[in-house]
Structures are given as C-alpha cells and as structure tokens.
C-alpha cells in the first residue's frame, strides 16, 4: 500500500529564505507526482506536476523534483515571501489516472 | 464559470439527516473524485468516477453514496449523518491520460449537530 509521507510538518523561516520541502513515497511505481497548495479555509491549489519521465519541473519561484528509484520528490521554492506561507501538500496516484495519496503536508510560514 | 465548484460551501445538519454535497466541473474531465479532510488524518478518498455512470469506493465510503448520471456533476450524499462525518469536503477533477493535474474545488464544510 502506498504512503506518503511529508517532512518536516511545520516550518517558519524569515522572507528571503530558499526552502526545501521533502515528499517521500514508499512505492516507486507512480505514473507522476503533484505539488499542492493550500491557503487556510481554502481547497488546494496545483502547483506542478511532475511526470515519472521527468527530474526536475519549474513553475516560476518553485522547483520540484523527483527521483523515483529513493521514493523522493522535494520542492524548492526561492526567495520565500510571506505569500508562500501556506500548507504544501504532496500526491501520488495510487494507480493510473485514478485516485491521489496524499502526504500529510507541511505547513510553511514565512515572516517579513 | 469554468472549473470546479462546490456547494453549498457551509452546511450545518442534524444527526440522522440527509445531506447532498454539490460538485459541478466545466472541463468534461473524465475523473471525478470526493476526499474528505480532518485534522489527524490528511486527506482521505471517499469515492471516485472514471466516467458517468461508473463510481467506486474509496478509503472511507461507509455511509456516503455518490451517482454520476451526468459527466459535469458528481453529487455526494450522506444517507444518515453522523457527528464523526463531521468534515471538509472536497471535490476534485482531472482528465483522461497519466499525466493530467488534479483539481479541487473550494470545499465545503459540514457540521453535523
């Protein structure tokens, strides 16, 4: 049974900070992988998605990455602003096109 | 509006009421799921779609039914609330192919008295 897991579970750091969030997954097989962003009250937001084929995907401030074979995918977001805080969550299909895992998440703030 | 909405976004009902959630998309995505989020257990599925007229079980179905008569609409009753369903719900959608975004709507939040 796959499982996600999300570290660390909060963070706060200082506007300016490059960050590094951690996915780890215990099945590699997984078709992709996909970034989320959840504002409190809020539903999630996607951010990237990272297909099985790829090791790196960039959307603007963030970088996510993936290698299948350790189970690990990171995401990389630079100069963080307080905008960023936030919860980030991480998915993986459990098979084909069909029903997300989801990680536990990491809820991320960012102080001015 | 395109995308996918919810509603109502709040709803407070009584133990043992029939409740419906709303889900409507505006993509024809294929895939049609419902998660429910609670803290202490993330996000957990409760049913999902591939296509109109073909819904399955998800992690914790128990006392909810879906239908999906129409591609666009992926209703979400519970037949008998409980407090334990007491939730945010969230529906979410995506297209055919491996490689397609999931995408939520705004969720709604039920609270069972």
């Known amino acids: 049974k796959q499982e996600v897991t999300q570290i660390p579970a909060a963070l706060s750091v200082p506007e300016g900070e490059n960050l590094v969030l951690n996915c780890s997954f215990t099945?590699?097989?997984?078709?992709?992988l996909q970034w989320f962003r959840q504002d409190p009250g809020k539903g999630l937001t996607s951010l990237l998605l990272i297909q099985s084929s790829q090791r790196e995907q960039t959307s603007g401030r963030l970088n996510a990455s993936l290698d299948k074979s350790s189970g690990r995918s990171t995401l990389y977001i630079a100069a963080s602003q307080p905008g960023d805080s936030a919860t980030y969550l991480c998915a993986v299909p459990a098979g084909g096109n069909d029903k997300l895992i989801f990680g536990t998440g990491t809820r991320l703030q960012v102080f001015p | 509006d395109a995308g996918i909405t919810q509603s109502p976004r709040y709803k407070i009902t009584e133990t043992g009421r029939q409740v419906t959630l709303m889900c409507h998309q505006t993509w024809s995505h294929s895939y049609m799921f419902w998660y429910r989020q609670d803290l202490g257990h993330g996000l957990r599925l409760i049913y999902y779609?591939?296509?109109?007229?073909?819904?399955d079980k998800g992690e914790v179905s128990d006392g909810y039914v879906v239908s999906r008569s129409k591609t666009e609409n992926f209703p979400l009753t519970l037949e008998s609330a409980t407090r334990s369903q007491t939730s945010v719900y969230f529906c979410?959608?995506?297209?055919?192919?491996?490689?397609?975004?999931?995408?939520f709507g705004q969720g709604t939040r039920l609270t069972v008295v």
């Open positions: 779609s591939a296509a109109a007229d073909i819904t």
């Open positions: 979410a959608s995506s297209g055919e192919g491996e490689n397609t975004e999931a995408f």
């Open positions: 099945d590699s097989a997984i078709y992709n």
